[in-house]
């Protein structure tokens, strides 16, 4: 992955260089020690811990301008960054179409940085998050404690989620954790899905440490089945390869997101017909390698 000279480090250079004197001054002041407090903050369970750990080391004025900055003056050491890290070859892959991406989108930025996006590319560029596939990102490190277990048992949705995470070890940690990437959704579909639990199964692999891969949705849910089977194999996939659902619930964030991109899901909510709820994908690695092994294999 040489980007020295590549297009992508002329744009991630040319974002630093259209700095003011005194903005260039705090990026080139925060850069090291923001990456930092965002690593130390990383294994939290909210994904946006990093980008909230550099916004605290960061002077309350601090412009979008500088965030942008940090972006790109990260994004210029990634290769080197993620090359230390000797990553599996699946994820080292596709770090040149990842960074194409977040090239194309700093290029064009300005105005408001909206949070998700700074919280998704502070931990990108730090690779606290790496590629799955095109349109999904894993976290490197993520907790699963057992509160969720028992309040998907205590409110009724079966007792199967506490028998198998006793059976995977209870509080082993860490866990991989996948999130979409809503900027580039070109692999949001069966085969970039099935590239990104490989990629994971990849990583578990050269992680002995790691329990497995996780990932909390509104798309996991069991009626979109029905109302929704396109979507269906976000959840059959998983399950049928080893994986478990513990129930999230229902919640304002869920609702939006389900009903952004379809009409048809808006008019079942908006009626009453349906609620959207999230549930915690949980993929125990030994299961999660078992069946990339049969999918190389096939
Ligand atoms: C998650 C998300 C990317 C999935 O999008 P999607 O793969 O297009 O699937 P959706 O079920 O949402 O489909 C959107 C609509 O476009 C239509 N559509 C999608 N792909 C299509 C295709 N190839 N051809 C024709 N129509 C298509 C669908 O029919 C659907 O409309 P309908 O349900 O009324 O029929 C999208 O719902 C979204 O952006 N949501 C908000 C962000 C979000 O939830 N992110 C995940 C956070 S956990």
Same mark, same amino acid.
């Given at each position: 992955?040489?980007?020295?000279?590549?297009?992508?480090?002329?744009?991630?250079?040319?974002?630093?260089?259209?700095?003011?004197?005194?903005?260039?001054?705090?990026?080139?002041?925060?850069?090291?020690?923001?990456?930092?407090?965002?690593?130390? *903050?990383?294994?939290?369970?909210? !994904?946006?811990? %990093?980008?909230?750990?550099? /916004? &605290?080391?960061?002077?309350?004025?601090?412009?979008?301008?500088? @965030?942008?900055?940090?972006?790109?003056?990260?994004?210029?050491?990634?290769?080197?960054?993620?090359?230390?890290? @000797?990553?599996?070859?699946?994820?080292?892959?596709?770090?040149?179409?990842?960074?194409?991406?977040?090239?194309? !989108?700093?290029?064009?930025?300005?105005?408001?940085?909206?949070?998700? =996006?700074?919280?998704?590319?502070?931990?990108?560029?730090?690779? $606290?998050?790496? %590629?799955?596939?095109?349109?999904?990102?894993?976290?490197?490190?993520?907790?699963?404690? %057992?509160?969720?277990?028992?309040?998907?048992?205590? /409110?009724?949705?079966?007792?199967?989620?506490?028998?198998?995470?006793?059976?995977?070890?209870?509080?082993?940690?860490?866990?991989?954790?996948? =999130?979409?990437?809503?900027?580039?959704? @070109?692999?949001?579909?069966?085969?970039? +899905?099935?590239?990104? +639990?490989?990629?994971?199964?990849?990583?578990?692999?050269?992680?002995?440490?790691?329990?497995?891969?996780?990932?909390?949705?509104?798309?996991?849910?069991?009626?979109?089945?029905?109302?929704?089977?396109?979507? *269906?194999? $976000?959840?059959?996939?998983?399950?049928?390869?080893?994986? !478990?659902?513990? =129930?999230?619930?229902? &919640?304002?964030? =869920?609702?939006?997101?389900?009903?952004?991109?379809?009409?048809?899901?808006?008019?079942?909510?908006?009626?009453?017909?349906?609620?959207?709820?999230?549930?915690?994908?949980?993929?125990?690695?030994?299961?999660?390698?078992?069946? &990339?092994?049969?999918?190389?294999?096939?």
């Amino acid at each position: 992955m040489d980007m020295h000279l590549s297009p992508d480090a002329a744009v991630f250079h040319a974002v630093l260089a259209r700095l003011s004197p005194d903005d260039r001054a705090r990026v080139d002041a925060t850069a090291a020690p923001a990456a930092k407090k965002a690593a130390e *903050a990383a294994p939290h369970w909210d !994904f946006e811990m %990093p980008a909230k750990a550099v /916004d &605290a080391l960061l002077d309350a004025d601090a412009s979008d301008d500088v @965030r942008r900055g940090l972006v790109a003056a990260w994004a210029l050491q990634l290769p080197d960054r993620a090359a230390a890290m @000797r990553l599996p070859a699946e994820v080292m892959a596709l770090y040149p179409y990842w960074i194409e991406q977040l090239a194309a !989108f700093l290029d064009k930025a300005e105005g408001e940085y909206v949070f998700d =996006h700074w919280s998704k590319d502070v931990r990108f560029t730090l690779a $606290l998050s790496v %590629p799955g596939a095109k349109s999904q990102v894993i976290d490197l490190s993520s907790p699963v404690g %057992p509160g969720q277990i028992v309040k998907h048992v205590r /409110d009724g949705w079966g007792l199967t989620p506490l028998f198998r995470y006793l059976a995977t070890g209870a509080k082993r940690e860490p866990w991989l954790e996948v =999130h979409t990437e809503s900027r580039w959704l @070109r692999g949001f579909n069966e085969d970039g +899905w099935n590239e990104a +639990w490989a990629t994971a199964a990849e990583l578990c692999r050269a992680r002995p440490e790691l329990a497995g891969m996780i990932g909390s949705s509104w798309f996991y849910d069991p009626p979109l089945t029905e109302i929704s089977p396109r979507l *269906a194999h $976000l959840r059959l996939n998983p399950l049928n390869g080893g994986a !478990f659902m513990v =129930h999230q619930g229902p &919640a304002p964030i =869920h609702t939006e997101r389900a009903a952004t991109a379809s009409a048809s899901r808006k008019a079942l909510i908006d009626s009453g017909e349906y609620t959207a709820r999230s549930w915690l994908m949980i993929w125990p690695r030994k299961e999660l390698i078992a069946w &990339a092994d049969r999918r190389k294999a096939g």
